[in-house]
């Protein structure tokens, strides 16, 4: 993609930690950065207490990849816990607003990584910039007031736009209210270069957890959180792995560790005390070569309950040779259908779709080659690309075709 026009942009993030939407957004940032737009990040925590760890800042592999990209981040330098899954912040002091001011005035255009920023953009007094909020789940009604701040931001004409990574989100936020021509679908995509299948590097990963070469494996990428049903997850783990003499379960992500106790709790609930099954449970935690975890599994599970959009997991899992095997949540059995297979939520029946899942590898290994190019990284970085211009035109007057001359062909 030829270099661009040098439009300024900020993101403004509630924090660094552990999710699929901080992921996605920051790759998203650092392909703009790369096509020649001007970024920087404005984080409102410094860091996070939540799926029973204290998540810093300088800590998190996405600000690592921004700074190492030359991406500035800054902070207000707030510490919190979470509340039903977002960080309370309604009330800030003179000097965060002053701190917000400076990072907004170098800025053409704002991104909110979720509506919950919007809490900070909307105070009184701070420059006017259009913003655009990016949403990455499909259950608005359970965002605490952030739905509010929403609402109110579009009123008063600050929000111009909305990012949907699903068509679950763009109906889900219609439904609440949000006008649909602000609703913007831009489906989530990977590195095709980083995910993908490697037969070396599934035999090493393998070997470095003591699993043999033909054992079949099962991962669970996920943060520990109700959204995602853990124990539904275990019970069919169990199921599955009293039938599978030989299988392994692997469980990664925040809060994914003997550390966190009601993980712990969940475990021996769901194996009731059965050490030989508990013990082929591999608790790997945060890991930042996802890629030689999907590419170690044959399938890659999921069993959330509620709020899942466009799951990161399914994609890189599949981009990777792993099956996907999914409940029918937000876009989940759009992404799966014609290369896994979508479930009830009853262990029972998940642990047989495993199952059949890890049998008909092979046989679906072809259509899951032939979807790369739907979950490319290139066409949801020229998508953003090109909504951004066409923001920055309506707010300057500009045409964007004078802006943005050239998309390379990537939309």
């Known amino acids: 993609m030829r270099a661009r026009h040098g439009l300024r942009v900020l993101s403004v993030y509630e924090g660094f930690f552990s999710g699929g939407a901080r992921m996605v ?91 919950q920023p919007l809490a900070l953009l909307n105070q009184a007094g701070l420059p006017r910039r259009p913003v655009v909020v990016c949403l990455h789940r499909s259950d608005p009604e359970n965002q605490g007031p952030a739905l509010d701040e929403l609402k109110a931001a579009i009123a008063d004409g600050t929000v111009v736009a909305c990012v949907c990574c699903a068509e679950s989100t763009r109906d889900a936020y219609a439904a609440a209210g949000i006008p649909a021509e602000l609703l913007h679908v831009i489906p989530n995509g990977v590195d095709l270069l980083r995910f993908r299948p490697d037969p070396a590097v599934r035999l090493a990963f393998r070997s470095s957890l003591g699993i043999t070469a033909g054992a079949p494996v099962i991962v669970f990428a996920a943060r520990y959180a109700t959204m ?57 935690g945060v890991r930042r070569d996802m890629e030689a975890v999907h590419a170690g599994s044959d399938v890659v599970a999921l069993t959330s309950s509620t709020g899942e959009a466009a799951p990161l997991c399914l994609i890189e899992g599949m981009m ?92």
């Not at 995602?228 to 379960?249: I, M, Q, S, T, Y």
């Open 25 to 115: 957004h920051s790759d998203v940032v650092l392909g703009l950065v790369e096509g020649g737009q001007s970024h920087q990040v404005l984080s409102i925590h410094g860091e996070v207490r939540r799926e029973a760890a204290r998540q810093r800042m300088e800590d998190d592999a996405c600000y690592r990849a921004l700074t190492a990209g030359g991406v500035g981040v800054t902070s207000l330098d707030r510490s919190a816990g979470l509340v039903d899954g977002s960080v309370a912040a309604s009330v800030f002091s003179g000097p965060e607003l002053a701190e917000t001011a400076r990072a907004m005035a170098g800025a053409d255009v704002l991104l909110s990584l979720k509506e």
């Open 228 to 284: 995602k049903n853990v124990p539904l997850f275990l019970r069919a783990a169990r199921a599955w792995l009293g039938r599978e003499g030989g299988g392994h379960v692997l469980m990664c992500g925040a809060g994914m560790t003997d550390a966190n106790p009601s993980l712990r709790a969940d475990i021996e609930i769901a194996f009731h005390g059965d050490r030989d099954l508990a013990e082929r449970v591999h608790l790997l």
């Open 320 to 411: 990777c040779g792993a099956v996907p095997v999914t409940t029918d949540v937000g876009d989940s059995a759009a992404i799966v259908t014609g290369h896994g297979f979508v479930t009830p939520p009853d262990p029972g029946a998940i642990a047989l779709a495993w199952s059949a899942a890890i049998a008909g590898r092979e046989e679906l290994a072809p259509a899951l080659a032939a979807a790369r190019e739907r979950f490319s990284r290139t066409r949801m970085i020229a998508a953003h690309a090109t909504l951004l211009d066409g923001v920055h035109a309506s707010s300057t007057g500009r045409s964007s075709d004078e802006l943005s001359p050239d998309l390379g062909g990537q939309v």
